[in-house]
């Protein structure tokens, strides 16, 4: 056993370089792992100014100085921080609400239609069994309105906490991009002269991963903004708020175009029933979905890896659970990385018995 594990170190970890990455990486995740609650401000400093240096780069190919191109990028990025506080925001939370305090009407007329089933249905369906059904949602409910209630009460460490945010972050993000050469030579000094493994998994990263996470928000905007306009124009209820879900949703691949159809289905049964204009809907929504899927996507990660389904659902379970929301929006990137550093991985003869 100890001749085996001693072949198996010198044929993947023979190589010094190798030793060295493998050390990064181990260190990398630990300090997120660790300590991503407290640098969560300058986590998603590091992401919003990886976003917009692809920005700053096509200005500064237009002729534009380096400063001035970043004072541009982070003016633009202010207007659209204060366009999604100032209007986005307001109008999402007003329909929150809304639905809110439509929930338990809603609920009543569902309560009604369930209790006829049985009526209709008698071989398929008895009152027991509605009466249970109905329990059961009345106590998921009641379980929703205490967790409401908590959230209500201890909202106001959360605000504490955006509101730190909002002044740390936009900071953060305009010395990132203004000092990002200045930190990139620190960051090198620290690491060992030989770096050639190193250079060439972070070359094919930086590329793979600015096109994936830019894509991705261009996606989720797009997305974003045409179901809106669609629902709006189909006169639905809480259209922003169903939106703003359905862009989410493109964070999860598979996942969250499945998961975002029930209350979209949900709102629009409780509005218009099975009628026609319910059938609109859903038609408007499948379209929507297939454009994203067949169009869309091609064209936005026309240079992203080949990952198999499999490997895509594995890496958002895993790393969602790790990190929450932002494990689920990097887990394709961080798969990528894992599969780039295998692929780059240095592998020495093995040492046989006798050598």
């Known amino acids: 056993m100890v001749k085996v594990l001693r072949n198996w170190l010198h044929r993947y ?146 605000l504490v906490s955006i509101m730190i945010y909002l002044v740390l972050v936009p900071i953060l993000v305009f010395f990132f991009l203004k000092d990002r050469q200045v930190i990139g030579d620190w960051f090198r000094t620290l690491l060992p002269t030989e770096r050639a493994l190193i250079s060439q998994v972070a070359l094919e990263m930086n590329q793979q991963i600015a096109n994936y996470i830019r894509g991705k928000f261009i996606e989720i905007l797009i997305v974003g903004v045409v179901t809106y306009i669609a629902f709006a124009v189909l006169g639905l209820n809480y259209a922003a708020l169903l939106a703003l879900l359905v862009g989410l949703s493109v964070v999860v691949p598979y996942i969250g175009a499945v998961v975002v159809t029930v209350p979209v289905a949900l709102i629009g049964l409780f509005q218009w029933g099975f009628s026609d204009q319910f059938l609109y809907l859903m038609v408007v929504y499948g379209i929507i979905q297939a454009l994203d899927g067949n169009v869309l996507v091609p064209l936005l990660f026309s240079e992203a890896v080949n990952l198999h389904p499999v490997a895509i659902i594995c890496a958002v379970l895993l790393f969602g659970g790790l990190w929450g929301f932002w494990g689920v929006f990097f887990a394709i990137p961080l798969a990528t990385l894992f599969k780039a550093v295998l692929n780059a991985w240095p592998r020495s003869e093995p040492a046989y018995l006798g050598e």
């Open 13 to 158: 970890f023979s190589d010094e370089q190798a030793v060295v990455l493998a050390v990064l990486l181990v260190g990398g995740f630990a300090v997120v792992l660790l300590f991503g609650g407290m640098l969560a401000p300058v986590l998603t400093g590091m992401v919003l100014a990886f976003l917009m240096q692809g920005l700053v780069n096509a200005c500064e190919r237009l002729g534009l100085p380096q400063a001035a191109a970043v004072w541009l990028v982070f003016a633009l990025f202010i207007g659209l921080l204060c366009l999604f506080l100032l209007v986005l925001l307001p109008l999402v939370w007003q329909q929150l609400s809304t639905l809110f305090n439509e929930l338990p009407r809603m609920l009543g007329e569902w309560q009604s239609l369930f209790l006829l089933l049985p009526q209709r249905y008698p071989n398929l369906i008895s009152d027991a069994q509605i009466l249970q059904i109905i329990d059961t949602l009345r106590g998921e409910v009641g379980k929703f309105g205490q967790w409401a209630l908590s959230f209500s009460l201890s909202s106001l460490p959360m």
